[in-house]
């Protein structure tokens, strides 16, 4: 005997509304709001590979290479040690940002440039969050209850645990007498 009901061949799944409008409104507000960034991006890319020939594209990438390659067998050696290997991984950034700063002529006015698209893109950020309500935005630590009370009450349900049940496999609330 099967335990889930026949299906109904007539039944229709979906939405009656035709065009699926919340889709599409969805959808609108989403490159509404997505339109600055994605222009940020557009002109970040653009100047970016103004500053670079191919030649200079390669050599930098033969440079991280050789640090990278450099930083595993390090890794490898610092065993299972995680602050070792953070450090190590620091140390190789360092290095690979001291070698690219010596080889190639325009990397400061790429952190320059960086710089600026980051503050942009803050910028964009914070005016696009400024239109949201505050509670859905930002959640002080101080709002949240500290996991262990300092006065030693401890949060116990209105209700017993044993008034909810779980019948089928599907994890589904068979039955909730709370």
Not at 29 to 44: G, T
Not at 68 to 78: D, G, H, I, V
Not at 133 to 148: K, L, T, W
């Amino acid at each position: 005997m099967p335990s889930t009901p026949k299906k109904d061949r007539r039944a229709q799944t979906g939405s009656n509304l035709r065009g699926n409008p919340l889709h599409a409104h969805r959808v609108s507000l989403w490159s509404q709001r997505s339109a600055p960034f994605k222009r940020l991006a557009r002109e970040y890319q653009r100047q970016v590979r103004a500053l670079f020939s191919k030649a200079e594209l390669q050599v930098a990438a033969n440079l991280a290479a050789t640090v990278q390659a450099e930083w595993r067998r390090a890794a490898l050696q610092a065993g299972g040690e995680a602050a070792k290997i953070a450090s190590l991984k620091d140390a190789a950034r360092r290095k690979l940002d001291r070698l690219l700063a010596r080889t190639l002529p325009s990397y400061r006015k790429l952190q320059a440039l960086r710089r600026t698209s980051l503050r942009e893109h803050q910028r964009i950020h914070t005016r696009y969050h400024a239109g949201l309500p505050h509670d859905q935005v930002h959640v002080n630590i101080g709002d949240v209850a500290p996991s262990d009370p300092a006065d030693g009450k401890m949060f116990t349900s209105p209700f017993p645990l044993f008034a909810v049940s779980q019948i089928d496999e599907g994890g589904i609330v068979a039955e909730d007498e709370s």
